[in-house]
T-cell receptor
Framework: EDQVTQSPEALRLQEGESSSLNCSYT??????LFWYRQDPGKGPEFLFT???AGEEKEKERLKATLTKKESFLHITAPKPEDSATYLCAVAGGTSYGKLTFGQGTILTVHP | GAVVSQHPSWVICKSGTSVKIECRSL??????MFWYRQFPKQSLMLMATSNEGSKATYEQGVEKDKFLINHASLTLSTLTVTSAHPEDSSFYIC????????????FGSGTQLSVL
């Protein structure tokens, strides 16, 4: 059974204070690891897909990396508008569209 | 990017009534759609996989007679919560797979269901 664990559960940062979110996973045959951002009361917004260990992707202040056991979402010089819940999910085996989600990390960036 | 429209955004209903939620892929055809449920401060839990033209596949523990899924066309899947009870109150989200973009999933905006 695929499992995803995210840490920390909640993270409070000052504006400009860089940090990282962790996503540890176990999956049978990783097809992809996904990062999403979710604002309260809204559906998840796609950020990145990583397919293999060593892969990195960047978007504005966010950078996602992947190893064989975990993924990190690095946030550089965050701004208050980066405050959201960040979700990690994996797709494994033969069902590419079936995602297993972590519980999310609630990020709050104070001005 | 691809757009998935979900309707309604919120619904309040009385216990015992049925509620239908629609999920539409607006600019692409989706042979497969997924329905998730999210309780407050928890992550998304997959309820079922909806396949166009065939029966949905339900996850363990999800009552298929209570959560009816219909995927009658390549752009529309519906979730009907039958005989809703307060414990069915939750945030329901659909997603659709866009095979034009390597099977990337796009999510609807969600439906907040409150059963009184």
């Amino acid at each position: 059974e695929d499992q995803v664990t995210q840490s920390p559960e909640a993270l409070r940062l000052q504006e400009g204070e860089s940090s990282s979110l962790n996503c540890s996973y176990t999956v049978s045959g990783l097809r992809g690891l996904f990062w999403y951002r979710q604002d309260p009361g809204k559906g998840p917004e796609f950020l990145f897909t990583l397919y293999s260990a060593g892969e990195e992707k960047e978007k504005e202040r966010l950078k996602a990396t992947l190893t064989k056991k975990e993924s990190f979402l690095h946030i550089t010089a965050p701004k208050p508008e980066d405050s959201a819940t960040y979700l990690c999910a994996v797709a494994g085996g033969t069902s590419y569209g079936k995602l297993t989600f972590g519980q999310g990390t609630i990020l709050t960036v104070h001005p | 990017g691809a757009v998935v429209s979900q309707h309604p955004s919120w619904v309040i209903c009385k216990s015992g009534t049925s509620v239908k939620i629609e999920c539409r892929s607006l600019d692409f055809q989706a042979t497969t759609m997924f329905w998730y449920r999210q309780f407050p401060k928890q992550s998304l839990m997959l309820m079922a996989t909806s396949n166009e033209g065939s029966k949905a596949t339900y996850e363990q523990g999800v009552e298929k007679d209570k959560f009816l899924i219909n995927h009658a066309s390549l752009t529309l899947s519906t979730l009907t919560v039958t005989s809703a009870h307060p414990e069915d109150s939750s945030f329901y989200i659909c997603s659709a797979r866009d095979n034009r973009v390597d099977g990337k999933l796009f999510f609807g905006s969600g439906t907040q269901l409150s059963v009184l």
